[in-house]
């Protein structure tokens, strides 16, 4: 059997006619940038995500960084992320001039720790990042409640959890205003780039539009420096056809993740996903831990299954990051996440047989 780490060849096949009549639709319209189809894209998110408005952008570092920008980070402040997050994170503070601040995440849930984040707000902290990670919900009760009692804005990076929510709230409802990627293989995936902010405030959704777009309300009349950041037509009107699946992958998402826990529990030497209680988890990773990390994964890629690494190297070690002048071992619980962490193949589609081969290749390797 072969499986590979991700595949669209069942949720392509699901879509295919409507996908092919829309993007007719599209091509006879004549109407290549900021149409009808992104107003529409637009409005059905906003009502997804249960926010007044969303704006669509071109992708989720884009739609972090415009959050940010709107917001009025700049040079000389603090943005609090997680230490275990993906690059785009921390890129979208460093864009604005601020400087990005890690915390240590949960060491169980892997999202970002209430108390740490407290720990580590200073007199120059802006704004915190929750990021809802592998596709499970932060803690945004605790974390609202924080934030609110400091004074920190919330901006949400939800580039993994479309659909989640904690405590039947929405992911991307939580912060001033949020960021989401569409990138291909996210659960709601453009055949693109894409993105979009989500936000209750209409003053902060119009900064927005206005800065995605040259910086201008009014065609040739520029207020700011602005940027093209728009979100792509062609992409609006594929998406809109997508967000009516989403629920439903989603929910072949926790049934995968259903069949690999049960099994894969009995087994020892292996850490499985936890769940925070409240929060819901949508499964863009269906993420394990094993010291034997390298050795597994070598396994697996020998029986034809493909897996990944979210993500091998956090931000703090990364080269990009070095002139903030940390070592290994300053953020430990993010570097053993990095060390022992293993994403198995999850995506709609993947059948429940599909999902014994991988427990049962699994348990070979620890037998
Ligand atoms: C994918 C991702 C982003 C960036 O999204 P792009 O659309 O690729 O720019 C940001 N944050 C996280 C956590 C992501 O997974």
Not at 154 to 176: L, Y
Not at 191 to 203: Q, V
């Amino acid at each position: 059997m072969k499986i590979p780490f991700l595949s669209f060849a069942t949720s392509n096949e699901q879509i295919r006619s409507e996908i092919f009549e829309n993007f007719q639709k599209f091509f006879d319209s004549k109407y290549y940038i900021l149409g009808n189809g992104v107003a529409a894209f637009e409005k059905s998110f906003a009502a997804y995500s249960n926010t007044e408005h969303c704006v669509g952008v071109s992708n989720g570092l884009d739609a972090l960084f415009l959050s940010l920008k709107v917001l009025g980070v700049g040079p000389g402040d603090e943005v609090i992320i997680p230490s275990n997050t993906y690059i785009a994170t921390a890129l979208a503070v460093s864009y604005c001039g601020a400087t990005p601040v890690f915390t240590e995440p949960d060491p169980e849930s892997y999202n970002i720790d209430p108390s740490n984040f407290e720990r580590s707000i200073t007199s120059r902290t802006k704004a915190v990042i929750p990021v809802h990670l592998y596709g499970q919900c932060c803690a945004m009760e605790q974390i609202m409640e924080i934030a609110a009692r400091q004074n920190i804005f919330v901006v949400e990076d939800n580039a993994q959890a479309q659909g989640a929510s904690f405590n039947n709230k929405p992911t991307g409802s939580f912060g001033t205003v949020n960021g989401i990627s569409f990138y291909p293989g996210k659960n709601l995936g453009a055949f693109g780039d894409a993105g979009a902010i989500t936000t209750n405030s209409a003053e902060i959704a119009e900064k927005v539009r206005v800065l995605r777009n040259y910086g201008s309300q009014k065609k040739y009349y520029n207020e700011v420096i602005g940027y093209n950041m728009r979100l792509d037509e062609l992409q609006a009107v594929l998406l809109s056809v997508k967000l009516k699946y989403l629920d439903g992958w989603n929910k072949e998402r926790q049934q995968i993740a259903e069949w690999y826990t049960q099994r894969l529990s009995r087994l020892e030497g292996i850490i499985l996903p936890f769940i925070t209680p409240g929060a819901s988890h949508v499964f863009h990773q269906y993420v394990i831990r094993t010291e034997k990390r390298n050795k597994l994964q070598e396994h697996l890629q020998n029986n034809g299954i493909g897996t990944l690494i979210h993500y091998p190297v956090p931000p703090h070690l990364q080269n990009a990051y070095k002139d903030l002048g940390y070592k290994k071992g300053d953020f430990p619980v993010a570097e053993l996440i990095a060390d022992t962490c293993l994403s198995l193949p999850i995506y709609p589609g993947l059948t429940e047989s599909e999902a014994g081969y991988v427990c049962e290749i699994i348990e070979s390797f620890f037998k």
